[in-house]
């Protein structure tokens, strides 16, 4: 087999066994190719860890930036207590649409918003309404305002909050100091960002599997 296909076999196996998919993570996704959204959403894998990490953090009020078909966005609200709260940020309306309804399908509809129109300009509105610090935060939109969107993430958390920062390592490119591709200068953006805040601290992890070649960012939001 080749290193993907590798790759591919070991994904499926864990998945199989550890965060096989139920009903509405199928139709969730089912409905997200028929809606012809793109295949960016999390792996089965993935979205288990984001729901453990919330589960850790013992979240009640959680941020994501990018909710796509609300795959993602499932996972996490799973995490949530019954009077948690999950705030999702989408700019394309026509995939906000396909969220909501996979949300609802999830009966989790009470305890999740979607919120349409560019993350920028939700983001002040959010802070505006002064909400309770979100214990996790996590951020998969655009990958050209990462440090953006980090900022604000340290605007909207507390001290012991969670920062996850999905797909840095763009198959490697984020090692090329002097690229001028968007995508990698956000990533190196909010690598070099978190490794300098003196309210942070993290790490990054680099991942293999059914999406290829990429990784994570984690920052832990200190006092």
């Not at 080749?2 to 994904?11: C, G, H, K, R």
């Not at 941020?63 to 795959?71: D, K, Q, R």
């Not at 507390?158 to 999905?166: E, K, N, P, Q």
């Amino acid at each position: 087999m080749s290193e993907s296909q590798v790759w591919d076999a070991v994904d499926a196996y864990f998945t199989g066994r550890l965060a096989p998919d139920d009903e509405v993570m199928a139709a969730a996704l089912r409905d997200s190719e028929a809606a012809g959204l793109p295949h960016i959403n999390v792996t089965a894998n993935q979205g288990k860890l984001l729901q453990i990490l919330a589960e850790v953090q013992g979240a009640r009020q959680i941020l994501e930036i990018g909710t796509l078909g609300g795959y993602s966005t499932i996972w996490l609200a799973r995490a949530l207590p019954a009077d948690g709260r999950l705030i999702s940020l989408e700019y394309d309306p026509g995939h906000a649409e396909v969220a909501v309804r996979n949300i609802a399908r999830a009966g989790l509809d009470k305890v999740v918003e979607v919120r349409v129109g560019a993350a920028l300009e939700s983001l002040p509105r959010l802070a505006d309404e002064n909400p309770p610090p979100f214990d996790l935060v996590f951020i998969d939109a655009d990958k050209g305002n990462n440090v953006h969107y980090l900022e604000w993430a340290l605007r909207l958390t507390s001290a012991g909050s969670l920062i996850v920062v999905d797909n840095v390592v763009r198959g490697g490119r984020v090692a090329e100091a002097h690229s001028d591709a968007e995508d990698v200068r956000g990533s190196r953006g909010a690598i070099e960002l978190i490794g300098s805040h003196p309210r942070l601290s993290g790490t990054a992890i680099q991942t293999v599997g059914a999406k290829g070649y990429d990784g994570f960012a984690l920052a832990r939001v200190l006092a």
